[in-house]
């Protein structure tokens, strides 16, 4: 067997493994956290373009999960979609804050044509600003889960979606349809302080379920 059809078959098995569980997730008003992978720089894409996707082992198999991931969110239709990018890490935890950021085009040496792709999302600030609100909070209540945060989260009103957002985004939703929100990494990289910030994943659930502001962290 051929590497690419095993890895085919990998994604075939994971994703019809996650289809199952899709109705009981939907139920719970709370979608899962996913890892994804957008390959080398643009590739992916320009591969598409250039009809040569699913010949290409690696191209392939990340274009495979990518259109599962676009059915995923079609058929579900979150409000918006949280994206932390292993492309944007800051000092001080920060956000993406403007309407309709442009593309920021964080490769060097590729074809052309992948410094003229056109995508233009929007970021949804009124989810921003309840997911900043809730950080905040537990940053000035001083929870010991965040402990490692010294200051209060920074909205960026300058950067651009990067390519860890725009590359995926534009295979699995190429007409942009749902608004996104961006978190930076910090320059760290500290795996446990991660983990914890992770817990922000669970901002929707909180803010539908705890309208009363209980603590955030028990």
């Avoid at 075939?12 to 289809?19: K, Q, V």
């Avoid at 403007?98 to 999302?121: C, I, N, R, T, V």
Wanted: glycine fraction near 6%; proline fraction near 5%.
């Amino acid at each position: 067997m051929s590497q690419a059809t095993e890895n085919e078959k990998k994604v075939d098995t994971t994703l019809s493994s996650s289809s199952s569980k899709d109705e009981s997730v939907a139920k719970k008003q709370r979608q899962p956290s996913l890892y994804v992978c957008h390959g080398g720089g643009p590739m992916p894409y320009l591969a598409k373009l250039r009809k040569t996707s699913y010949d290409d082992e690696t191209n392939g198999f990340i274009l495979k999960s990518l259109d599962w991931l676009g059915g995923y969110i079609d058929k579900y239709k979150p409000k918006a979609l949280l994206l932390i990018s292993a492309h944007w890490e800051e000092s001080q935890l920060a956000c993406i804050y403007q309407k309709s950021p442009s593309l920021f085009y964080d490769y060097y040496g590729f074809p052309k044509e992948s410094y003229k792709l056109a995508y233009s999302p929007k970021c949804d600030l009124a989810t921003t600003d309840a997911m900043v609100n809730i950080l905040n909070a537990a940053i000035k209540g001083k929870a010991k889960e965040l402990k490692f945060l010294k200051s209060e989260v920074k909205y960026d009103k300058s950067r651009g979606w990067d390519h860890g957002v725009f590359i995926p985004l534009i295979l699995a939703r190429p007409n942009a349809d749902i608004p996104i929100l961006q978190l930076s990494l910090l320059t760290s990289l500290n795996a446990t302080d991660h983990l914890e910030l992770g817990k922000v994943s669970n901002f929707f659930f909180f803010l539908k379920k705890n309208t009363n502001k209980k603590k955030i962290y028990q």
